[in-house]
């Protein structure tokens, strides 16, 4: 079945720095969504790709959709403590009606 | 309402019990999932109701689970003969059509089993 894999696993940063998360798919997606999910917290949508190659911008934050649709990536530039939590994709693929989640990546950052 | 809502927030029930969840979707959304995390773990599908029907129901691990949407609004899923194993949090998420849509989720259900 379709899996879904996210690297880092963790990640700790100073604010202020960069940080990248990858996703990868076994299959291709029609379409691939980020969540950001605070700690005790439940997923919220941040974006949906769903051409290849498309790159979307929210402030800081920059989505990518590789050009194969089965890899992403999420960048965040200039890291706040208010970035802190898990980030997760989720893809769905061509043949799919289900989203599948990552494992995610969970963001601490330092003051 | 202004979110999805779901029922209890905790449940804490003995092996061998049978316990349902219940899911209120955003008003207006078809299409309704029920996903499982356990900690440290990413949301795991279970299943997908678009309406009153069970568009995908590929993620029940196994005939313990079942999931009904009667009217097409609010869902509960059911979990017979409960194991230790089936502690996680039990996540609904609603969409306005269909899984193409930015899923709104709800607070989740923390389920254990003792």
């Known amino acids: 079945g379709q899996q879904v894999m996210q690297i880092p696993q963790y990640q700790h940063v100073q604010e202020g720095e960069d940080f990248t998360t990858y996703c990868n798919s076994s299959?291709?997606?029609?379409?691939i969504q980020w969540y950001k999910q605070r700690p005790g917290g439940h997923p919220v949508f941040l974006i949906q790709?769903?051409?290849?190659?498309e790159v979307k911008k929210q402030k800081r934050l920059t989505f990518q959709f590789g050009e194969a649709k089965k890899n992403s990536s999420l960048h965040i530039t200039a890291t706040q403590t208010t970035d802190v939590g898990t980030y997760f994709c989720a893809g769905r693929d061509t043949g799919r009606r289900a989203l599948t989640f990552g494992s995610g990546t969970r963001l601490q950052v330092q003051p | 309402g202004a979110g999805v809502s779901q029922t209890p927030s905790n449940k804490v029930t003995e092996k061998g019990k049978y316990v349902e969840l219940r899911c209120d979707p955003i008003s207006g959304h078809t299409a309704l999932y029920w996903y499982r995390q356990s900690l440290g773990q990413g949301p795991e599908f279970l299943i997908y109701f678009q309406g009153t029907g069970a568009a995908d129901d590929s993620g029940l691990p196994n005939d313990r689970f079942f999931a009904v949407r009667p009217e097409g609004s609010v869902s509960t899923l059911k979990i017979q003969r409960t194991e230790r194993g089936d502690s996680a949090v039990y996540l609904c998420?609603?969409?306005?059509?269909?899984?193409?849509?930015?899923?709104?989720f709800g607070p989740g259900t923390r389920l254990t089993v003792l």
């Open positions: 790709l769903v051409k290849s190659g």
């Open positions: 998420a609603s969409s306005p059509t269909g899984p193409g849509d930015t899923q709104y």
């Open positions: 299959t291709t997606l029609s379409n």
